[in-house]
């Protein structure tokens, strides 16, 4: 019920193209959707994140995609840029209570 | 800088020594976060506090000892640990109650132990 499945575990895109990954939930009662991003060294970022009221959210080149009724969630990433290489994480939450992550994406773009 | 300090960044320590990570935010949060990092395991839980009091405790070896004096610092005590507890360690901190605005991560302990 608390899981988060992410998919990819791996990516490589090339530098243009776009990076799209994947996760899927269970629990209907999540209401809280973030994408953490990871470069080596560091620890994860709050990248973007949306609520269940929209089917989509945009921020630069980065849009999160949102299907309820499938419990599904993905991360696009346009114009892939050398800089995006990092790992990135799905998580969920509902109020007030702790964030499940997803396995996470190692995400290579290709110059 | 992102708000959660941790130190030391890099810890080599053997398995006799004892140590501590510490952390450090002062966001205003009133939950804190302790994760492991590894390459098998990306981002595995180990000990939440939530105003002060630990509230989760998931199945950690007695060798790591959570310690949280205030909201605002949480330390991780170390001893005796093994070579397989060499991995990045981080620290993260949010709001509980109400809507959530995610965590807040620092920049991580990576820990040898040699």
């Known amino acids: 019920q608390q899981q988060v499945k992410q998919s990819p575990q791996s990516l490589i895109v090339q530098k243009g193209g776009i990076s799209i990954i994947n996760c899927a939930y269970e629990?209907?009662?999540?209401?809280?959707f973030p994408w953490y991003q990871q470069f080596p060294g560091k620890g994860p970022a709050l990248l973007i994140a949306?609520?269940?009221?929209?089917s989509e959210k945009k921020e630069g080149r980065f849009t999160i995609s949102f299907n309820k009724s499938a419990k599904q969630f993905s991360l696009h990433i346009m114009d892939s840029q050398p800089g995006d290489s990092a790992t990135y994480f799905c998580?969920?939450?509902?109020?007030?209570?702790?964030?499940?992550f997803g396995g996470g994406t190692r995400l290579m773009v290709k110059p | 800088e992102t708000g959660v300090t941790q130190t030391p960044r890099h810890l080599v320590m053997g398995m006799t020594n004892k140590k501590s990570l510490k952390c450090e935010q002062h966001?205003?949060?009133?939950?804190m976060y302790w994760y492991k990092q590894s390459a098998k395991k990306p981002l595995e839980l180990m000990f939440v506090?939530?105003?002060?009091?630990?509230?989760e405790n998931n199945s950690v070896p007695s060798r790591f000892s959570p310690e949280c004096p205030n909201s605002s610092h949480l330390f991780l005590h170390l001893h005796t640990l093994q070579p397989e507890d060499s991995a990045l360690y981080l620290c993260?901190?949010?709001?509980?109650?109400?809507?959530?605005?995610?965590?807040?991560f620092g920049s991580g302990t990576r820990l040898t132990v040699v």
């Open positions: 506090y939530s105003l002060e009091e630990r509230v």
């Open positions: 629990n209907t009662a999540f209401d809280y």
């Open positions: 949306i609520r269940p009221d929209v």
């Open positions: 966001l205003g949060h009133n939950a």
């Open positions: 998580a969920a939450s509902n109020a007030g209570n702790m964030l499940t």
């Open positions: 993260a901190s949010s709001r509980t109650g109400g809507a959530n605005y995610g965590y807040t």
